[in-house]
Structures are given as C-alpha cells and as structure tokens.
C-alpha cells in the first residue's frame, strides 16, 4: 500500500519557478532513495532528478541541470522538487518513485507557458 501524492503544479511563465512535493507513505520512506520522474504530451516517462535515502547524493537529467534541484525531508516523509528557469519544454506530468518501486501516483501537472 505504497502511496506518493504529487502536488504543486501549476501554470507558470517562462523563466519563472515552481516547488513540487511529494508526499509518501505506506513504506519506511528514509531507507528509500527517490526520485522525480515527468511525462510530457506524447513523450515515454523520463527520469528527471534522484536523491539518495540520506539526501547526500543527488543526480539530475542533462536537460535540467543546473535548473532544478530534488531535496527531502525524512522527518516529514516529503521529496521536493524546486524548479527555477522553467522552460516550455519542461512541460509534463510530474511523478515522484521510491527506489525501484512500481507504484505511481497521480502526478501533479506542470504547464509552462505565455
């Protein structure tokens, strides 16, 4: 009964920022890495960003480095993803997996546009 909720989507304009959370429960979340995957309109899911279980590793797709960074609270169970520079192609359904779980939720929508 693994759940993650997605939130904090939205529209936003070019070059503006968002802040995704994650929510998880149902499994020991600090022993997990996570990581945030998106899918755009007519795009495969791709992975965006990875965070260790501590938080002390971090990895990021070429496309959004040095734009976005994942973080985690394991105090509240919550990965983060704070998106800056948002660009129209960054566009997509945004999704959070622990570790190699196959267990997503509903995503949280992210439209960037004029």
């Known amino acids: 009964q693994v759940q993650l909720v997605e939130s904090g989507g939205g529209l936003v304009q070019p070059g503006g920022s968002l802040r995704l959370s994650c929510a998880a429960s149902?499994?020991?979340?600090?022993?997990?890495?996570m990581s945030w995957y998106r899918q755009a309109p007519g795009k495969e899911r791709e992975l965006v960003a990875y965070?260790?279980?501590?938080?002390?590793?971090?990895n990021y797709a070429d496309s959004v480095k040095g734009r976005f960074t994942i973080s985690r609270d394991n105090a509240k169970n919550t990965v983060y993803l704070q998106m800056n520079s948002v660009k129209p192609e960054d566009t997509a359904v945004y999704y959070c997996?622990?570790?190699?779980?196959?267990?997503w939720g509903q995503g949280t929508l992210v439209t960037v546009s004029s």
């Open positions: 997996r622990a570790g190699s779980l196959d267990a």
């Open positions: 149902g499994f020991t979340f600090s022993r997990y890495a």
């Open positions: 965070i260790s279980s501590t938080g002390g590793s971090t």
